[in-house]
Protein backbone atom coordinates (compact mmCIF):
# COMPACT_ATOMS: atom_id res chain seq x y z
CA UNK A 1 0.00 0.00 0.00
CA UNK A 2 1.75 3.43 -0.88
CA UNK A 3 2.14 5.39 2.01
CA UNK A 4 -0.50 8.20 0.86
CA UNK A 5 -3.16 5.94 0.98
CA UNK A 6 -1.99 4.32 4.32
CA UNK A 7 -1.71 8.00 5.85
CA UNK A 8 -5.12 8.73 4.58
CA UNK A 9 -6.91 5.65 6.34
CA UNK A 10 -4.99 6.84 9.10
CA UNK A 11 -6.75 10.36 9.36
CA UNK A 12 -10.04 8.63 8.60
CA UNK A 13 -9.58 5.92 11.51
CA UNK A 14 -8.67 9.19 13.70
CA UNK A 15 -11.92 11.13 12.34
CA UNK A 16 -14.25 8.40 13.24
CA UNK A 17 -12.93 7.70 16.00
CA UNK A 18 -13.52 11.62 17.42
CA UNK A 19 -16.55 11.29 15.93
CA UNK A 20 -17.52 8.23 18.56
CA UNK A 21 -15.70 9.76 21.42
CA UNK A 22 -18.27 12.71 21.18
CA UNK A 23 -21.27 10.59 20.74
CA UNK A 24 -20.33 9.26 23.93
CA UNK A 25 -19.74 11.84 26.16
CA UNK A 26 -22.89 13.52 24.94
CA UNK A 27 -25.30 10.11 25.68
CA UNK A 28 -23.11 10.25 29.35
CA UNK A 29 -23.75 13.66 29.95
CA UNK A 30 -27.62 12.93 29.85
CA UNK A 31 -29.38 13.15 33.32
CA UNK A 32 -32.43 12.67 34.92
CA UNK A 33 -34.13 15.65 35.68
CA UNK A 34 -34.12 16.54 39.55
CA UNK A 35 -37.21 18.63 41.16
CA UNK A 36 -37.38 20.37 44.19
CA UNK A 37 -39.35 18.30 47.24
CA UNK A 38 -42.15 20.22 48.33
CA UNK A 39 -42.88 18.24 51.23
CA UNK A 40 -39.47 19.03 52.46
CA UNK A 41 -39.06 22.08 51.75
CA UNK A 42 -42.28 24.20 52.68
CA UNK A 43 -42.40 23.50 56.51
CA UNK A 44 -45.81 24.01 58.06
CA UNK A 45 -47.49 22.64 61.19
CA UNK A 46 -51.56 21.71 60.91
CA UNK A 47 -53.89 22.48 64.00
CA UNK A 48 -56.91 20.75 62.90
CA UNK A 49 -59.91 19.76 64.96
CA UNK A 50 -63.87 19.26 65.06
CA UNK A 51 -66.46 22.18 67.12
CA UNK A 52 -68.94 20.16 68.61
CA UNK A 53 -72.70 20.64 70.12
CA UNK A 54 -74.37 17.61 71.79
CA UNK A 55 -72.06 15.29 70.52
CA UNK A 56 -73.03 16.25 66.68
CA UNK A 57 -70.80 18.81 64.80
CA UNK A 58 -71.35 21.79 64.68
CA UNK A 59 -71.07 23.47 60.95
CA UNK A 60 -70.97 26.76 60.43
CA UNK A 61 -68.69 28.21 63.24
CA UNK A 62 -66.10 30.54 63.08
CA UNK A 63 -62.56 29.27 64.16
CA UNK A 64 -59.63 31.97 64.48
CA UNK A 65 -56.34 30.66 65.10
CA UNK A 66 -53.52 33.46 66.47
CA UNK A 67 -52.19 34.83 63.16
CA UNK A 68 -53.99 33.40 60.78
CA UNK A 69 -57.16 34.19 58.89
CA UNK A 70 -60.66 32.66 60.28
CA UNK A 71 -62.34 29.28 58.75
CA UNK A 72 -65.25 28.54 58.89
CA UNK A 73 -66.06 24.78 59.96
CA UNK A 74 -67.79 22.53 57.52
CA UNK A 75 -70.53 20.01 57.26
CA UNK A 76 -69.63 17.96 59.65
CA UNK A 77 -67.75 20.62 62.19
CA UNK A 78 -64.45 20.00 60.97
CA UNK A 79 -61.21 22.92 60.47
CA UNK A 80 -58.12 23.19 59.43
CA UNK A 81 -55.42 25.30 59.64
CA UNK A 82 -51.59 25.62 58.72
CA UNK A 83 -49.36 27.79 60.90
CA UNK A 84 -45.29 28.03 60.74
CA UNK A 85 -43.64 28.62 63.91
CA UNK A 86 -43.51 26.57 67.32
CA UNK A 87 -44.82 28.34 69.50
CA UNK A 88 -48.60 28.13 71.91
CA UNK A 89 -51.94 29.53 69.74
CA UNK A 90 -54.60 31.27 71.13
CA UNK A 91 -57.92 29.94 69.48
CA UNK A 92 -61.10 31.10 69.46
CA UNK A 93 -64.55 29.28 68.53
CA UNK A 94 -67.66 32.13 67.68
CA UNK A 95 -71.25 31.58 66.27
CA UNK A 96 -74.22 33.06 66.73
CA UNK A 97 -76.62 32.30 69.58
CA UNK A 98 -73.75 30.33 71.37
CA UNK A 99 -71.47 30.94 74.12
CA UNK A 100 -67.87 31.55 72.65
CA UNK A 101 -64.97 29.77 73.21
CA UNK A 102 -61.27 29.63 73.44
CA UNK A 103 -58.44 27.67 73.89
CA UNK A 104 -55.34 27.03 73.22
CA UNK A 105 -52.69 24.48 70.95
CA UNK A 106 -48.94 24.33 71.75
CA UNK A 107 -46.45 23.60 68.29
CA UNK A 108 -44.01 22.09 70.17
CA UNK A 109 -39.97 23.01 70.08
CA UNK A 110 -39.43 19.28 68.85
CA UNK A 111 -42.33 19.30 66.65
CA UNK A 112 -41.51 17.99 62.71
CA UNK A 113 -42.46 19.36 59.39
CA UNK A 114 -46.33 18.43 58.93
CA UNK A 115 -46.95 17.71 62.21
CA UNK A 116 -50.72 17.75 63.33
CA UNK A 117 -52.49 18.66 66.46
CA UNK A 118 -55.90 18.12 67.12
CA UNK A 119 -58.01 19.46 69.20
CA UNK A 120 -62.08 19.54 69.66
CA UNK A 121 -64.40 21.73 71.64
CA UNK A 122 -67.86 22.34 72.27
CA UNK A 123 -70.27 24.75 71.89
CA UNK A 124 -72.79 25.48 73.92
CA UNK A 125 -76.27 27.71 72.88
CA UNK A 126 -77.07 30.22 75.58
CA UNK A 127 -80.34 30.00 77.35
CA UNK A 128 -83.17 32.14 77.45
CA UNK A 129 -83.45 34.53 79.56
CA UNK A 130 -85.92 34.75 82.29
CA UNK A 131 -87.77 38.06 83.96
CA UNK A 132 -87.69 38.50 87.48
CA UNK A 133 -89.97 41.64 89.60
CA UNK A 134 -88.23 42.91 92.56
CA UNK A 135 -89.63 41.46 96.07
CA UNK A 136 -90.15 38.23 94.80
CA UNK A 137 -89.94 35.40 96.54
CA UNK A 138 -87.11 33.42 96.63
CA UNK A 139 -86.68 32.03 92.83
CA UNK A 140 -84.84 28.82 91.28
CA UNK A 141 -83.57 29.69 88.04
CA UNK A 142 -82.42 26.83 85.38
CA UNK A 143 -81.68 26.82 81.59
CA UNK A 144 -84.34 29.19 80.45
CA UNK A 145 -87.21 28.56 83.26
CA UNK A 146 -88.20 29.02 86.67
CA UNK A 147 -88.62 25.75 88.69
CA UNK A 148 -89.96 24.83 92.34
CA UNK A 149 -87.01 23.92 94.10
CA UNK A 150 -82.99 22.63 93.37
CA UNK A 151 -84.18 19.42 93.64
CA UNK A 152 -85.92 20.22 90.19
CA UNK A 153 -83.02 20.99 88.31
CA UNK A 154 -81.79 19.36 85.35
CA UNK A 155 -78.13 20.63 85.00
CA UNK A 156 -77.62 23.50 86.97
CA UNK A 157 -79.49 26.30 88.57
CA UNK A 158 -79.54 29.54 90.88
CA UNK A 159 -81.29 30.11 93.75
CA UNK A 160 -81.43 33.89 93.48
CA UNK A 161 -82.75 35.34 97.37
CA UNK A 162 -86.31 37.52 97.69
CA UNK A 163 -84.38 40.46 98.34
CA UNK A 164 -81.75 40.23 95.33
CA UNK A 165 -83.60 41.60 92.63
CA UNK A 166 -83.95 46.23 93.20
CA UNK A 167 -85.09 46.64 89.58
CA UNK A 168 -88.56 44.87 87.90
CA UNK A 169 -87.99 42.95 84.85
CA UNK A 170 -84.59 42.31 85.49
CA UNK A 171 -83.53 39.63 83.08
CA UNK A 172 -81.53 36.52 84.46
CA UNK A 173 -80.15 34.15 82.36
CA UNK A 174 -78.32 30.59 83.88
CA UNK A 175 -76.74 28.58 80.69
CA UNK A 176 -75.00 25.32 82.00
CA UNK A 177 -72.41 24.12 79.91
CA UNK A 178 -69.53 21.61 79.46
CA UNK A 179 -66.15 24.08 79.41
CA UNK A 180 -64.13 23.21 76.56
CA UNK A 181 -60.02 22.14 77.43
CA UNK A 182 -57.61 24.65 78.36
CA UNK A 183 -54.88 23.06 75.87
CA UNK A 184 -54.93 20.30 72.95
CA UNK A 185 -51.97 18.23 75.26
CA UNK A 186 -52.75 17.91 78.58
CA UNK A 187 -49.95 16.47 81.07
CA UNK A 188 -51.71 16.20 84.53
CA UNK A 189 -54.58 18.70 85.92
CA UNK A 190 -53.49 20.79 88.07
CA UNK A 191 -56.55 22.97 89.25
CA UNK A 192 -59.38 20.24 88.45
CA UNK A 193 -61.58 19.58 85.40
CA UNK A 194 -65.35 20.84 85.53
CA UNK A 195 -68.05 18.19 85.55
CA UNK A 196 -70.47 21.48 84.88
CA UNK A 197 -69.89 25.17 84.22
CA UNK A 198 -72.86 27.65 85.26
CA UNK A 199 -72.70 30.85 83.05
CA UNK A 200 -74.96 33.71 84.64
CA UNK A 201 -75.55 37.16 82.94
CA UNK A 202 -78.34 39.59 83.86
CA UNK A 203 -79.59 42.38 82.34
CA UNK A 204 -79.20 44.41 85.88
CA UNK A 205 -77.21 44.18 88.67
CA UNK A 206 -78.48 41.66 91.07
CA UNK A 207 -77.17 41.10 94.41
CA UNK A 208 -75.16 37.62 95.28
CA UNK A 209 -74.99 37.69 98.71
CA UNK A 210 -76.29 34.52 100.20
CA UNK A 211 -78.18 33.48 96.15
CA UNK A 212 -76.84 29.42 95.54
CA UNK A 213 -75.46 28.18 92.96
CA UNK A 214 -76.63 24.42 92.21
CA UNK A 215 -75.48 21.40 90.13
CA UNK A 216 -77.30 18.67 89.99
CA UNK A 217 -75.77 14.86 90.95
CA UNK A 218 -77.98 12.90 88.68
CA UNK A 219 -77.55 10.09 91.08
CA UNK A 220 -79.97 7.34 91.85
CA UNK A 221 -78.44 5.78 94.58
CA UNK A 222 -75.99 7.39 97.42
CA UNK A 223 -72.98 8.00 95.53
CA UNK A 224 -71.40 12.15 94.83
CA UNK A 225 -67.66 12.98 94.04
CA UNK A 226 -66.00 13.40 97.23
CA UNK A 227 -64.70 16.66 96.64
CA UNK A 228 -66.05 19.15 94.36
CA UNK A 229 -64.37 23.15 94.07
CA UNK A 230 -66.13 25.90 92.93
CA UNK A 231 -64.24 28.53 90.69
CA UNK A 232 -65.23 32.20 89.34
CA UNK A 233 -64.12 33.73 85.80
CA UNK A 234 -65.73 37.33 85.87
CA UNK A 235 -68.48 37.54 82.95
CA UNK A 236 -67.25 38.90 79.84
CA UNK A 237 -64.10 37.02 79.47
CA UNK A 238 -64.98 33.33 80.38
CA UNK A 239 -62.41 30.99 78.74
CA UNK A 240 -59.07 32.20 79.82
CA UNK A 241 -58.58 29.01 82.11
CA UNK A 242 -55.91 30.88 84.13
CA UNK A 243 -58.14 33.70 84.77
CA UNK A 244 -60.62 31.65 87.31
CA UNK A 245 -60.79 32.21 90.58
CA UNK A 246 -60.89 29.62 93.64
CA UNK A 247 -63.83 30.34 95.40
CA UNK A 248 -64.52 27.26 98.24
CA UNK A 249 -65.51 23.89 98.47
CA UNK A 250 -68.96 22.80 97.12
CA UNK A 251 -71.30 21.18 99.52
CA UNK A 252 -73.18 18.15 98.50
CA UNK A 253 -76.80 18.53 99.85
CA UNK A 254 -78.37 14.84 99.56
CA UNK A 255 -81.55 15.65 99.99
CA UNK A 256 -81.80 17.72 96.54
CA UNK A 257 -79.03 15.42 95.21
CA UNK A 258 -76.69 18.72 94.08
CA UNK A 259 -73.68 20.22 94.91
CA UNK A 260 -73.84 23.49 96.14
CA UNK A 261 -72.36 26.92 96.94
CA UNK A 262 -73.60 30.03 98.55
CA UNK A 263 -71.86 33.42 97.60
CA UNK A 264 -71.06 35.51 100.26
CA UNK A 265 -71.10 38.77 98.94
CA UNK A 266 -70.50 40.42 94.97
CA UNK A 267 -72.85 40.61 92.49
CA UNK A 268 -74.49 37.22 91.08
CA UNK A 269 -73.30 37.22 87.40
CA UNK A 270 -70.20 35.27 85.67
CA UNK A 271 -68.83 31.66 84.93
CA UNK A 272 -68.99 29.35 87.94
CA UNK A 273 -67.03 26.34 87.81
CA UNK A 274 -67.72 23.44 89.48
CA UNK A 275 -64.59 20.54 89.42
CA UNK A 276 -63.25 17.57 90.36
CA UNK A 277 -59.64 16.31 90.66
CA UNK A 278 -59.02 13.57 89.30
CA UNK A 279 -55.74 11.45 88.38
CA UNK A 280 -55.30 11.61 84.73
CA UNK A 281 -52.40 8.91 83.61
CA UNK A 282 -51.01 7.90 80.05
CA UNK A 283 -50.84 4.05 79.92
CA UNK A 284 -48.73 3.70 76.96
CA UNK A 285 -48.55 4.82 73.22
CA UNK A 286 -47.88 3.92 69.79
CA UNK A 287 -48.58 4.14 66.07
CA UNK A 288 -51.04 1.73 63.94
CA UNK A 289 -51.04 1.76 60.14
CA UNK A 290 -53.57 3.77 58.34
CA UNK A 291 -56.07 2.10 56.41
CA UNK A 292 -55.46 3.00 52.28
CA UNK A 293 -53.06 5.09 53.12
CA UNK A 294 -49.42 4.08 51.31
CA UNK A 295 -48.50 3.66 48.15
CA UNK A 296 -45.76 4.81 45.56
CA UNK A 297 -45.01 7.18 42.79
CA UNK A 298 -43.20 4.88 39.58
CA UNK A 299 -41.08 7.35 37.32
CA UNK A 300 -38.64 4.62 36.27
CA UNK A 301 -37.50 4.69 33.10
CA UNK A 302 -38.18 8.33 32.42
CA UNK A 303 -35.96 10.54 32.26
CA UNK A 304 -38.27 13.88 32.84
CA UNK A 305 -39.62 14.74 36.30
CA UNK A 306 -43.00 14.14 37.50
CA UNK A 307 -44.48 17.35 38.99
CA UNK A 308 -47.69 18.42 41.11
CA UNK A 309 -48.82 14.52 41.93
CA UNK A 310 -51.63 14.35 44.71
CA UNK A 311 -50.97 12.22 48.00
CA UNK A 312 -54.30 12.01 49.54
CA UNK A 313 -55.79 10.32 52.47
CA UNK A 314 -58.06 10.51 55.66
CA UNK A 315 -56.83 9.83 59.49
CA UNK A 316 -58.44 9.70 62.76
CA UNK A 317 -58.41 12.42 65.33
CA UNK A 318 -60.45 12.90 68.61
CA UNK A 319 -60.78 9.84 71.33
CA UNK A 320 -62.95 7.02 72.33
CA UNK A 321 -63.47 5.02 75.69
CA UNK A 322 -61.96 1.72 76.00
CA UNK A 323 -63.67 1.65 79.62
CA UNK A 324 -66.67 3.67 79.65
CA UNK A 325 -68.34 5.84 82.54
CA UNK A 326 -71.51 3.74 82.03
CA UNK A 327 -69.69 0.31 82.18
CA UNK A 328 -68.17 1.44 85.56
CA UNK A 329 -71.43 3.24 87.68
CA UNK A 330 -73.22 0.17 86.89
CA UNK A 331 -76.78 0.81 87.25
CA UNK A 332 -76.05 4.37 88.28
CA UNK A 333 -75.99 5.57 84.63
CA UNK A 334 -76.86 9.14 85.94
CA UNK A 335 -73.89 10.14 87.26
CA UNK A 336 -72.47 9.06 84.75
CA UNK A 337 -72.58 12.18 82.29
CA UNK A 338 -70.57 13.97 84.93
CA UNK A 339 -67.78 11.68 84.61
CA UNK A 340 -68.01 11.89 81.20
CA UNK A 341 -68.30 15.52 81.54
CA UNK A 342 -65.04 15.78 83.74
CA UNK A 343 -63.07 14.20 81.25
CA UNK A 344 -64.66 16.13 77.79
CA UNK A 345 -63.99 19.48 79.71
CA UNK A 346 -59.90 18.24 79.79
CA UNK A 347 -59.54 16.33 76.41
CA UNK A 348 -62.74 18.00 74.08
CA UNK A 349 -65.67 16.79 73.00
CA UNK A 350 -65.69 13.00 72.65
CA UNK A 351 -65.57 11.30 69.52
CA UNK A 352 -63.26 9.86 66.59
CA UNK A 353 -63.44 12.14 63.27
CA UNK A 354 -61.31 11.35 60.29
CA UNK A 355 -59.61 14.43 58.70
CA UNK A 356 -58.59 14.60 54.97
CA UNK A 357 -55.35 15.49 53.79
CA UNK A 358 -54.50 16.69 50.51
CA UNK A 359 -50.76 17.66 49.31
CA UNK A 360 -48.73 17.63 46.19
CA UNK A 361 -44.66 16.49 45.59
CA UNK A 362 -42.40 16.00 42.84
CA UNK A 363 -40.72 12.89 41.95
CA UNK A 364 -37.00 13.20 40.02
CA UNK A 365 -36.78 11.36 36.28
CA UNK A 366 -35.79 7.54 37.00
CA UNK A 367 -36.79 7.41 40.84
CA UNK A 368 -39.52 6.07 42.43
CA UNK A 369 -40.98 7.36 45.70
CA UNK A 370 -43.02 5.45 48.45
CA UNK A 371 -45.42 6.45 51.12
CA UNK A 372 -46.94 5.80 53.74
CA UNK A 373 -49.15 7.13 56.76
CA UNK A 374 -49.45 5.89 60.51
CA UNK A 375 -51.82 7.09 63.16
CA UNK A 376 -50.13 8.73 66.60
CA UNK A 377 -52.27 7.57 69.57
CA UNK A 378 -52.11 7.72 73.13
CA UNK A 379 -54.06 5.61 76.04
CA UNK A 380 -55.67 7.42 78.44
CA UNK A 381 -57.07 6.70 82.23
CA UNK A 382 -59.02 8.55 84.79
CA UNK A 383 -58.88 7.85 87.84
CA UNK A 384 -62.86 9.88 89.72
CA UNK A 385 -62.41 9.46 93.83
CA UNK A 386 -66.36 8.83 94.56
CA UNK A 387 -67.51 9.07 98.76
CA UNK A 388 -68.07 5.12 98.40
CA UNK A 389 -64.72 4.12 96.28
CA UNK A 390 -62.70 5.07 92.86
CA UNK A 391 -63.90 4.68 89.40
CA UNK A 392 -61.63 4.36 86.28
CA UNK A 393 -62.33 4.73 82.92
CA UNK A 394 -60.36 4.32 79.95
CA UNK A 395 -60.12 6.18 76.17
CA UNK A 396 -57.81 6.19 73.02
CA UNK A 397 -56.77 9.51 72.18
CA UNK A 398 -55.33 10.04 68.54
CA UNK A 399 -52.65 12.77 68.83
CA UNK A 400 -51.77 13.17 64.79
CA UNK A 401 -50.42 11.06 61.92
CA UNK A 402 -47.16 10.34 60.77
CA UNK A 403 -46.76 10.72 57.10
CA UNK A 404 -43.18 8.87 55.71
CA UNK A 405 -41.86 8.74 52.61
CA UNK A 406 -38.88 7.76 50.49
CA UNK A 407 -36.86 8.70 47.58
CA UNK A 408 -34.88 5.87 45.21
CA UNK A 409 -33.41 5.84 42.16
CA UNK A 410 -34.36 3.50 39.79
CA UNK A 411 -31.43 1.56 40.30
CA UNK A 412 -32.25 0.79 43.64
CA UNK A 413 -29.80 3.05 45.16
CA UNK A 414 -31.71 4.95 48.04
CA UNK A 415 -32.14 8.53 47.55
CA UNK A 416 -32.59 9.14 50.79
CA UNK A 417 -35.78 8.69 53.21
CA UNK A 418 -37.84 11.99 54.99
CA UNK A 419 -40.31 11.41 57.56
CA UNK A 420 -42.95 14.45 58.27
CA UNK A 421 -46.09 13.88 59.58
CA UNK A 422 -49.47 15.35 58.60
Not at 256 to 265: E, G, I, P, R, V
Not at 366 to 379: C, D, E, G, L, T
Request: net charge negative.
Amino acid sequence: MKKREIYAMALLLMATGAGLSSCSVSDNEKAPEEVEDPIKDVVEYYIVGQVMENNQGLAGASVTVEGAEAVTTDATGQFRVAVSDKKAYAITVQKDGYLSAESSVTVPSGASNRDSYAISLNLTKKSAAVALNKNNDTTVVTDGAVVDGIEDIQEAGVEVPHDAITEDKTEVTVTPYVPEQAAATVSQIKDGTSIMNVYVETSKDVDGKNAIIAVSNPTTSNTNFEDVVVYKKAAGSRADAQGFEKLGKATYDANTKSYQFKLADGTLSGDYSFRVTPTRQESGSGTEVVEGAEGKVDNSGNFAALTDIQISYEAPMGWSYTTTPESVMGSDKGLASLINNAVAATEGASGVYKVSYSTKTNVSGNSIMYWSVKSAYSNVDYTFKMNNGSKTVKLKKYTGSVFSYRNETANQHSGGTSTASL
